[in-house]
């Protein structure tokens, strides 16, 4: 999640805030999406993950036009209000706080599957440490730690590093084969596998927090935002692509990248791939909470003294809905999958929102990725099926019951983003 970010903090160079950018963008829903897709297109997700990046560009490009423009006053809160009212910026709000509570058990589930992978254990075995690292990371938020710029981006470091060794590692055991049939499940599978990745395309408002952070954000913000793109397309695409031609039929599984390190190293790459994805999992999902309880705490009316409402709020609410979703998904009523599209169902809401908004103040071009992006983003966010169901009850709550969709004035609170995320 973004950090609390004030006016006298020091400004970023370009190269310091694309790496926070990438961060933002990154998370270890790397370690499983590859494999969801290619589970459900085959060879043929390859095309998904295209088709998928050229829409993150043009979302990039409507909100790096919203950051420019209105900076960062509200978020995506903001941005929301100015375009479609308060009541919708209220509803955005309000999803992007309930997708970021809606993620913390999925990734607690990357980390336990890999753990699981480590031992050589079963779904059992995940679904039992994924509890655990759920409580654990629920008590060290407790305690009131939170996760540094500086960690994140060592973090993000290593995630990098991975997956560049786990491709290049591995690309001598590719094989032409494993790319036919390229159309196993039909264009019906291309299409089923789209809305669950665009959960590792959730990133793209962390241009609300930068702009505070920039020396001239009009000219350096582009520039971040397009490194940005490019560094996270070429590792989207090369891990999808190293993840159908090294793996071939068991591409589907849930922990591709320890399947790839396997293949470049040995057993070994196991253990390496279940070392960082634990320590991705308690670090994403601290920061995660820790933006949370911000946000909640910005939109609660204020109080004389500072108070943990928000932070209580979240940890409990997350106790409560991560420990039965975990539980689902063990005793099989519920998919990974599925519960994947929980959390991506509420942050594409929110990109609809903003999308739309953006379509009514902006001008040129932008306006023009916006009225792109707005009905693509739509069609995906009713893709995830029945989560929509609890988009519609968390916006209908919110825009009848809530008072602000942005900070007070006394301290402003970007809305958070789902860096080292629950992607």
């Not at 253990?271 to 939109?299: D, K, P, Q, R, S």
């Not at 009316?301 to 709020?313: E, F, L």
Request: proline share 6%.
């Amino acid at each position: 999640m973004t950090e609390k970010i004030t006016e006298s903090r020091p400004h970023l160079s370009t190269a310091g805030a694309s790496a926070l950018y990438i961060g933002a963008l990154l998370g270890p829903s790397l370690l499983l999406l590859p494999g969801l897709a290619a589970r459900a297109a085959g060879p043929a997700s390859l095309l998904v993950w295209l088709a998928l990046l050229v829409l993150s560009g043009l979302i990039a490009a409507v909100f790096c036009a919203l950051g420019t423009r209105l900076g960062s006053t509200g978020g995506i809160a903001g941005y929301t209000a100015a375009g479609l009212g308060e009541r919708a910026g209220r509803a955005a709000a309000w999803c992007f706080l309930a997708g970021v509570v809606a993620g913390a058990p999925v990734v607690c589930l990357i980390g336990g599957s890999y753990a699981a992978a480590a031992l050589g254990a079963g779904e059992s075995t995940a679904i039992r440490a994924a509890l655990v690292l759920l409580g654990l990371v629920l008590a060290v938020r407790l305690l009131g730690v939170r996760t540094g710029a500086g960690l994140q981006l060592a973090l993000v470091s290593v995630l990098v590093a991975l997956v560049l060794f786990a491709v290049l590692g591995s690309a001598p055991h590719s094989r032409a084969a494993n790319w036919t049939p390229f159309l196993p499940h039909g264009w019906a599978g291309v299409a089923s596998a789209a809305p669950p990745l665009m959960f590792a395309f959730v990133g793209w408002e962390a241009a609300a927090s930068l702009t505070t952070r920039l020396r001239d954000p009009r000219r350096q913000l582009r520039r971040v935002v397009l490194i940005a793109f490019v560094v996270t397309s070429l590792l989207c695409l090369g891990l999808a692509a190293a993840t159908v031609a090294v793996l071939g039929p068991g591409a589907g599984g849930a922990v591709p990248l320890a399947d790839l390190l396997s293949a470049a190293i040995g057993d070994s790459g196991r253990i390496l791939a279940a070392g960082a994805a634990l320590v991705l999992t308690l670090a994403a999902t601290n920061t995660y909470l820790t933006g949370a309880a911000e946000l909640l705490e910005a939109l609660l009316p204020p109080t004389p003294a500072p108070s943990r409402r928000g932070s209580y709020a979240v940890l409990a609410t997350t106790a409560l809905t991560g420990g039965p979703l975990i539980a689902l998904v063990g005793s099989g009523v519920l998919t990974t999958s599925q519960l994947v599209a929980v959390p991506t169902a509420l942050f594409l809401s929110v990109y609809v929102a903003c999308t739309a908004a953006a379509a009514r103040i902006l001008t040129g071009l932008p306006r023009l990725a916006a009225l792109v992006c707005c009905p693509a983003v739509l069609a995906l966010t009713l893709g995830t099926g029945w989560p929509v169901l609890a988009v519609a009850a968390v916006a209908l709550a919110a825009a009848f019951t809530g008072r602000r969709t942005t900070a007070p004035a006394r301290e402003e609170v970007p809305l958070p983003t789902p860096e080292l995320d629950a992607r």
